[in-house]
C-alpha cells in the first residue's frame, strides 16, 4: 500500500471534451486546481502473486519441460504451451479478483513504473509510455542511491535525502490470542499518521509479502503446533496441581478448531510479513512519526518494533518484485485475518468520473466526484437525497452538484426555490457560461408560464393544463358548474391554426366574448383575476417578445418564496383569493416540471428540489415527486431532494426504494440522527448518532450508488461562489470594517 497525489492535471484530461463551451472548461480548470490545492494523498494498493509452474492442474509431461526452462532446455512449442496454461490461470485468478470486494485490476506499465520509481527514489521523475517495459527502462526505473544504516534507510532522491525506517509487529508464531493480530481493521487509518512536522511526507505505508501453503503443509505445520501445545499442557499440569495456564489451554483449543477447519477445506493458511514504512525528511521527525505510530498501535494490542540492524533486508523485501523474505517475522494465521485488516479498503466514494464536488475526509482521502445523470444509463435508481438540520448547507450542496453537472453535461435543469434565498444560484451558473431563465410571480412576463407557450405543438395538452389551471384561481363552490363552458372555450382555442392566437388568456376573453350571460360573467372574473401578479405569468396576455421558457437545454430557476399559499390543513373552501392563485401557480410550475420530466426525450433532464416539506403538503407536489422518482430512470430525469424532515421522506410510499445517494448532514436531536442511519444503511448506535451530531457546516455521511460510505466534506471552490451561494440572512451595520489585509478565506471552511 503505497501513497501518490491525485492530480489535477489528470482530473482535466479525463474531463476534457473538446465540445465543451468555454465557461465549462473554466469551470473544469477550476476544479482541477482546487484539487491540486488540497495536495490529496492518494492511495494505491498493489496486489501482486507468484503462480509457480509446478502445479497439479498442468499436464505432467508439460511440467517436466517446463522445469527446464531455467537450463534452457525448453523448446519455444512447449514453452508456448506451458505460457497458454498459466495465461489461463492467470486470467482466471485476475477475473477473480475483479469479482471480488477488492475490485482489482490488472495494473497497467505506467502503475507498475510508478511502483517501482516510488520504491527506490521515493520521486517518480520518470516513467515508460510504452505497454511493455525493456530492459534499458528498467535499468533507468531502478537507479537509485540507498545508504543502508543500523536503524534506517537513507534514501537520495532529487529533493534530497529521506529517511525510512522498517516497522515490524513483535508477535510471530502462534499467539495464544486465535492465530491472529488484535486490533481489528488493522490497517485502514495510514493517513491520519500524518505528521504537522513534516507535511510534505506522505502518510504511512505498507508492505505485505506472504505464501499461501499448500493444504497439506498448513495442516503439517498446525499439527505440530497442537502437539506442541499438548506437550506444554502436560508438563504445565504437573507443576501447577493438574491445572494448565489459561493461555495454554487457549491456544490448544484455538488450534484445534483452526485445524478442523484447514482439513475441511473451510480456511486457507498464509505465511505473511507486515511492514510499515514510515518517511520524514531528518531523524528527528522520523523517530517522533516512528514513535507516534508504535503508540497508536499499541492502543490496538499490537505491538510494534523497528527492528536495527535488519533494516536494510526489511526495505528490500518492501521493493517491488524483489522476492527476498525475512522469514523470521513471518505470521502464520487465516488468511481470512489478512483480508479482514482492510489494506485493500477504505472510504472511497463517488464515481470514478464525474465533476469533482467535495473532499474525502474519511481513511481514503481524495476528491469526491459525481455524475448524477450517469445512473439511468445503467438503470440505476435515480434519486439523490440531502438530509440534515437547518443551516448545514445542504440546499448550497445540492447546487454546487446541480450546476456542476448541467454546464458539463447538456441538459435542462430545474430548481423550484420555495423559500427563495438560492438566487445566487443562477448566477454561479451564468458566471460560467450557463444559458439561465428566470421566473418569478413577482417579476416574470405575461403569460411566460402559459402551458400553450411551451407545447405549441401539442395544443390539446396545453388547453386540458389551462383548464386545470383556470379551475383552480376560482372558489370550490363555482369549479363543477364552469367546468363544461370552461372545456368548450379551451377547445376552440386549441383549434385555432396561429400559435400565436392560442394562449390561456384567449380561453378567458373567449367566455368575455360568449353570447351566454353566464359564461360573461365567468370572463369577467377570470380577466379581474389574471391581473393579479400571482396569475399573470400563466393567465395574463401572453407577451411574445418575452424569451419562451425552454423545453431543451438550460437552467431553470423559479423564486416562488412571494406566494401566499394557504395552509395544507385549511379546507380548499375557505382559501382566500391570494392562497387560491398562490396554489394555482405553483401548480402550473409543477406542470412545467412534469412534462419535462415525462414528455421531453433525448436529453437528460434534473429537477432540484429543495426544502422538500414545503413542497410535500399539497397533493401535486407529493404526486410530482412519488411519479419522478417511480419512473425517472425510464424518463432520463434524475431527482434532487433535500429536506430537513428525514423521517417524513421515509414515509412517502416507494421513495426509499427509488434512493440512488444519500448525503446526510448534521443532525440536532437523536431522533433526527437515527432516521438518517436508516436512510444510510447503518444500525442507529450511539457512535453513529453522536457522529452525525458532530458534524460541522458542509460536512456531511455519503452513502454513493454502489453503497459505500465515507465522510466528506462539500468545496464551495472560491471564495467569490461561497459568497454568491451563501444562503446566510444578511445584515446591514451602520459600522463596516473597512481592513485590506488581503486575506482569502479557505471556500472549503464554514462561513463565519
Known amino acids: 500500500m503505497q501513497w501518490g497525489r491525485w492530480s489535477g492535471q489528470d482530473y482535466l484530461d479525463q474531463e476534457w471534451r473538446p465540445d465543451l463551451p468555454d465557461g465549462a472548461q473554466q469551470l473544469l480548470a477550476l476544479q482541477a486546481d482546487r484539487i491540486d490545492a ?3 494523498p492518494r492511495r494505491q494498493v498493489l496486489i501482486g502473486v507468484r503462480m509457480d509452474v509446478a502445479d497439479t492442474s498442468l499436464p505432467a509431461q508439460l511440467t517436466a519441460r517446463a522445469k527446464k526452462a531455467t537450463t534452457g532446455a525448453l523448446s519455444s512449442g512447449d514453452a508456448a504451451q506451458a505460457l497458454a496454461v498459466s495465461v489461463k490461470r492467470v486470467s482466471g485468478w485476475l477475473q477473480r479478483m475483479g469479482e471480488s470486494s477488492f475490485r482489482a485490476r490488472p495494473a497497467t506499465t505506467q502503475e507498475l513504473a510508478w511502483a517501482l520509481r516510488h520504491d527506490l527514489r521515493r520521486v517518480v521523475d520518470w516513467l515508460p509510455d510504452t505497454p511493455i517495459a525493456s530492459g534499458g527502462q528498467l535499468a533507468r526505473l531502478k537507479s537509485a542511491q540507498v545508504l543502508p544504516g543500523a536503524r534506517h534507510t537513507e534514501i537520495g532522491t532529487d529533493l534530497g535525502t529521506r529517511y525510512l525506517r522498517l516497522v515490524i509487529p513483535t508477535e510471530t508464531g502462534f499467539p495464544a490470542t486465535g492465530l491472529e493480530l488484535p486490533g481489528g481493521e488493522w490497517l485502514k487509518h495510514l493517513d491520519v499518521l500524518r505528521s504537522d512536522d513534516d507535511p510534505t511526507a506522505p502518510p504511512v505505508e505498507v508492505s505485505i509479502r506472504g505464501r499461501r501453503p499448500p493444504k497439506a503443509e498448513a495442516v503439517k505445520t498446525l499439527s505440530e503446533a497442537l502437539a506442541l501445545a499438548k506437550e506444554q499442557e502436560r508438563t504445565a499440569r504437573e507443576g501447577l ?3 494448565a495456564p489459561e493461555q495454554v489451554a487457549l491456544a490448544r483449543s484455538t488450534l484445534s478448531a483452526r485445524l478442523l477447519e484447514v482439513q475441511s477445506g473451510l480456511l486457507d493458511m498464509v505465511w505473511d510479513t507486515p511492514t510499515w514504512v514510515v518517511e520524514a525528511e531528518d531523524l528527528d521527525v522520523l523517530d517522533r512519526r516512528t514513535q507516534a505510530l508504535i503508540d497508536r498501535y499499541a492502543g490496538r494490542g499490537i505491538k510494534l518494533w523497528a527492528p536495527p540492524h535488519l533494516q536494510d533486508l526489511l526495505w528490500k523485501e518492501t521493493v517491488l518484485g524483489d522476492r527476498r523474505r525475512v522469514l523470521e517475522f513471518a505470521q502464520f494465521r487465516p488468511l481470512s485475518t489478512l483480508v479482514g485488516s482492510w489494506f485493500h479498503g477504505g472510504s472511497q466514494v463517488g464515481s470514478a468520473t464525474g465533476s469533482y464536488v467535495a473532499a474525502n475526509t474519511g481513511s481514503t482521502p481524495g476528491p469526491v466526484r459525481t455524475r448524477i445523470t450517469n445512473a439511468q444509463l445503467t438503470r440505476d435508481a435515480v434519486t439523490t437525497v440531502l438530509v440534515g438540520s437547518t443551516g448545514m448547507a445542504k440546499s448550497t450542496s445540492m447546487c454546487l452538484m446541480l450546476v456542476a453537472e448541467q454546464l458539463a453535461v447538456p441538459s435542462w435543469a430545474a430548481l423550484p426555490d420555495m423559500k427563495g434565498d438560492l438566487g445566487g444560484v443562477p448566477d454561479y451558473c451564468e458566471m460560467y457560461g450557463g ?7 413577482e417579476e416574470q412576463a405575461s403569460g411566460a408560464l402559459d402551458a400553450f407557450r411551451y407545447l405549441q405543438d401539442d395544443p390539446q395538452t396545453a388547453a386540458s393544463y389551462a383548464v386545470d389551471d383556470l379551475t383552480l384561481m376560482l372558489p370550490v363552490q363555482r369549479r363543477q358548474l364552469v367546468e363544461a363552458p370552461l372545456r368548450a372555450a379551451a377547445d376552440s382555442v386549441a383549434a385555432l391554426s396561429d400559435p400565436d392566437q392560442r394562449s390561456t388568456h384567449a380561453i378567458i376573453e373567449a367566455l368575455h366574448n360568449s353570447t351566454d350571460p353566464h359564461e360573461q360573467q365567468l370572463g369577467r372574473d377570470l380577466t379581474s383575476l389574471a391581473r393579479d401578479p400571482l396569475a399573470r405569468a400563466v393567465a395574463g396576455p401572453p407577451d411574445l417578445s418575452a424569451t419562451p421558457i425552454p423545453t431543451g437545454p438550460g437552467f431553470v430557476y423559479f423564486k416562488l418564496n412571494a406566494l401566499r399559499l394557504p395552509d395544507p390543513h385549511t379546507p380548499e373552501e375557505l382559501w382566500k383569493p391570494g392562497g387560491r392563485l398562490s396554489a394555482m401557480f405553483v401548480q402550473a410550475v409543477f406542470t412545467y416540471l412534469a412534462h419535462m420530466s415525462s414528455q421531453v ?5 434534473l429537477l432540484a428540489l429543495p426544502e422538500l416539506h414545503l413542497i410535500t403538503g399539497f397533493s401535486y407536489g ?5 411519479r419522478i422518482a417511480r419512473m425517472g430512470s425510464a424518463n432520463d430525469t434524475d431527482l434532487l431532494l433535500d429536506t430537513q424532515a428525514t423521517g417524513d421522506l421515509l414515509r412517502i ?11 446526510a448532514f448534521g443532525a440536532r436531536t437523536d431522533t433526527e440522527a437515527a432516521d438518517q442511519a436508516r436512510l444510510l444503511g447503518l444500525e442507529p448506535d450511539r457512535a453513529v448518532l453522536d457522529r452525525q451530531r458532530g458534524l460541522r457546516k458542509g460536512q456531511c455521511l ?4 454502489q453503497g459505500q460510505i465515507a465522510a466528506i466534506r462539500f468545496d464551495r471552490l472560491t471564495q467569490q461562489i461561497a459568497e454568491v451561494l451563501d444562503t446566510t440572512t444578511k445584515r446591514h451595520p451602520t459600522t463596516v470594517d473597512t481592513s485590506t489585509d488581503g486575506t482569502t478565506a479557505d471556500p472549503m471552511e464554514e462561513a463565519s
Do not use: C
Not at 435 to 441: D, H, N
Not at 622 to 626: A, D, G, M, N, Y
Open 38 to 40: 488540497n495536495d490529496f
Open 702 to 705: 455519503y452513502r454513493d450508488s
Open 601 to 605: 426525450r433525448g436529453i437528460p433532464k
Open 622 to 626: 407529493t404526486s410530482l415527486l412519488e
Open 241 to 243: 496441581a493438574e491445572e
Open 653 to 663: 410510499p416507494g421513495l426509499v426504494d427509488q434512493i440512488n445517494s444519500v448525503f
Open 435 to 441: 444559458t439561465v431563465w428566470r421566473l418569478s410571480a
